[in-house]
Nanobody
């Protein structure tokens, strides 16, 4: 039905930048909210940033002022621009879609991507 493809992770030095992308494909009619979460080794998965269909955003405290979330509704894609990266940003980053409606009016409460690894070195 709906597939997610994440890209953009990798290895970067502290102070550098990366841009993550998450593209949804399939029989999509609408997507309510799109977001990014991350999970560092031995820690819980936490919210990084979230954006609604109307463009309202929320950020985790640790990334405010450094990360920017955006979305392209025509492409069903959400982006995460990450600047001034720190070693503590190292984690697997997951894309999450909320309240996806398909063209057949089937509703999916949430869909998670497979995750993309971001490693920030000193």
């Amino acid at each position: 039905q709906v597939q997610l493809v994440e890209s953009g992770g990798g290895l970067v030095q502290a102070g550098g930048s990366l841009r993550l992308s998450c593209a949804a494909s399939g029989s999509i009619f609408s997507i309510n909210a799109m977001g990014w979460y991350r999970q560092a080794p031995g820690k819980e998965r936490v919210l990084v940033a979230r954006i609604t269909s109307r463009g309202s955003t929320v950020y985790g405290d640790s990334v405010k002022g450094r990360f920017t979330i955006s979305r392209d509704n025509a492409k069903n894609t959400v982006y995460l621009q990450m600047n001034s990266l720190k070693p503590e940003d190292t984690a697997v980053y997951y894309c999450r879609l909320e309240n996806v409606e398909t063209v057949s009016r089937y509703r999916i409460l949430e869909i998670w991507g497979q995750g993309t690894l971001v490693t920030v070195s000193l």
